[in-house]
Antibody, heavy 122, light 109 residues
Framework: QVHLQESGPGLVKPSETLSLTCLVS??????????WAWIRQPPGKGLEWIGN???????YYNASLMSRLTMSVDTAGNHFSLRLSSVTAADTAVYFC??????????????WGQGTLVTVAS | EIVLTQSPATLSLSPGDRATLSCRAS??????VAWYQQKPGQAPRLLVF???NRATGIPARFSGSGSGTDFTLTISSLEPEDFAIYYC???????????FGPGTKVDLK
């Protein structure tokens, strides 16, 4: 069973860049069968998909975040990363890393990290 | 873009009650709907995929149904641990987005 663990600063200043890493264990990030995703949840609100990254570096981003977003994968370290620039208070959320299938038959998220709260404040 | 709506927003029930949660898609998604449960302070957990297939380890009191645009998650007899928020998600072939409904909160009456 794959295990996902987020890490990164819990506090980021407005206008700076939010950076998170998700370490994958119990499975390989180089699997061609999986997308690796970031999903966030503002306090008291619903789930918002941020983007997916594939083992070869291919990315698919939420259009509303695309201009500020960079996702990458490190196959040697078996982890993937998120960078969100020019953050504001609206980016305050719990950030989850997750796994979604690559094929259309595995469109659902079957593994989640525990989530990490990132607060944007000065 | 597929838009999902869920109803009701809140369902107030007692242990032992039957819970019926609805998810509606803005266009046909065939049978490609998943349901998740989220408890406070936890990540969501996959309950059902392909409208009616329970994920590994999910109790039989959870069942899903529907096709096309209308889907239902039923909890046959609520256990204390079932009070949570439930989200539906529909398949997006391309681009491979992950779009969730707004959620239904099942709380204690």
């Amino acid at each position: 069973q794959v295990h996902l663990q987020e890490s990164g600063p819990g506090l980021v200043k407005p206008s700076e860049t939010l950076s998170l890493t998700c370490l994958v264990s119990g499975g390989s990030i180089s699997s061609s069968r999986d997308y690796w995703a970031w999903i966030r949840q503002p306090p008291g609100k619903g789930l918002e998909w941020i983007g997916n990254v594939y083992y070869n570096g291919g990315t698919y981003y939420n259009a509303s975040l695309m201009s500020r977003l960079t996702m990458s994968v490190d196959t040697a370290g078996n982890h993937f990363s998120l960078r969100l620039s020019s953050v504001t208070a609206a980016d305050t959320a719990v950030y989850f890393c997750a796994r979604r299938g690559y094929s259309s038959s595995r469109y659902y998220v079957d593994s989640w990290g525990q989530g990490t709260l990132v607060t944007v404040a000065s | 873009e597929i838009v999902l709506t869920q109803s009701p927003a809140t369902l107030s029930l007692s242990p032992g009650d039957r819970a019926t949660l609805s998810c509606r898609a803005s266009q046909s998604v065939h049978s490609y709907v998943a349901w998740y449960q989220q408890k406070p302070g936890q990540a969501p957990r996959l309950l059902v995929f392909d409208a009616s297939n329970r994920a590994t380890g999910i109790p039989a009191r959870f069942s899903g149904s529907g096709s096309g645009t209308d889907f239902t998650l039923t909890i046959s007899s609520l256990e204390p641990e079932d009070f949570a928020i439930y989200y539906c998600q529909a398949r997006s072939n391309w681009p491979p987005e992950i779009t969730f409904g707004p959620g239904t909160k099942v709380d204690l009456k």
